[in-house]
C-alpha cells in the first residue's frame, strides 16, 4: 500500500521551530517528487514547498522563503519540513505529498498523508 504518514506537529510560540518528518512506503521514495501542502483553519489548500526527485530542484511559496527548509533522506525513504521563525499565521494542518512524477507539477498531487497540526500561538 503507498502511504505517508506525517509527524512532528505540536504547538510552538511564534518565532519558535519545528521539524515535521513523512514516512513514506508501499513505493520507492528516491523516484518521485514530492510537496509539503498546508490548510489553515477555515482556508482552503495552499501549496508550501516541493523538492524533486534527489533534489536537484527545490521551490517554496514566496510567503515561507527563508524561514523554511524542505529535504529529503531517500535512505530512510522520508521527507522533512525545518520551520524556522513561525508565525501565527502558519498555523495550519500540514499534508505531505506525493507527485505523480520525479519532477514538481502542481497538479500531479496523488497521494496525501493525514496531516500533522501546527499551531502557532503564544
Known amino acids: 500500500e503507498v502511504q505517508v504518514v506525517e509527524s512532528g506537529g505540536g504547538l510552538v510560540q511564534p518565532g519558535g521551530s519545528l521539524r515535521l518528518s513523512c514516512a513514506a512506503s508501499?513505493?520507492?521514495?528516491?523516484?518521485?517528487?514530492m510537496s509539503w501542502v498546508r490548510q489553515a483553519p477555515g482556508k482552503g489548500l495552499e501549496w508550501v514547498s516541493a523538492i524533486n526527485r534527489g533534489g536537484s530542484s527545490i521551490t517554496y511559496t514566496d510567503s515561507v522563503k527563508g524561514r523554511f527548509t524542505i529535504s529529503r533522506d531517500d535512505a530512510k525513504n522520508t521527507l522533512y519540513l525545518q520551520m524556522n521563525s513561525l508565525k501565527i499565521e502558519d498555523t495550519a494542518v500540514y499534508y505531505c505529498?506525493?507527485?505523480?512524477?520525479?519532477?514538481?507539477?502542481?497538479?500531479?498531487?496523488?497521494?496525501w498523508g493525514q496531516g500533522a497540526l501546527v499551531t502557532v500561538a503564544s
Open positions: 508501499g513505493f520507492i521514495f528516491s523516484n518521485y517528487a
Open positions: 505529498t506525493k507527485h505523480r512524477y520525479s519532477v514538481y507539477i502542481a497538479a500531479s498531487l496523488e497521494v
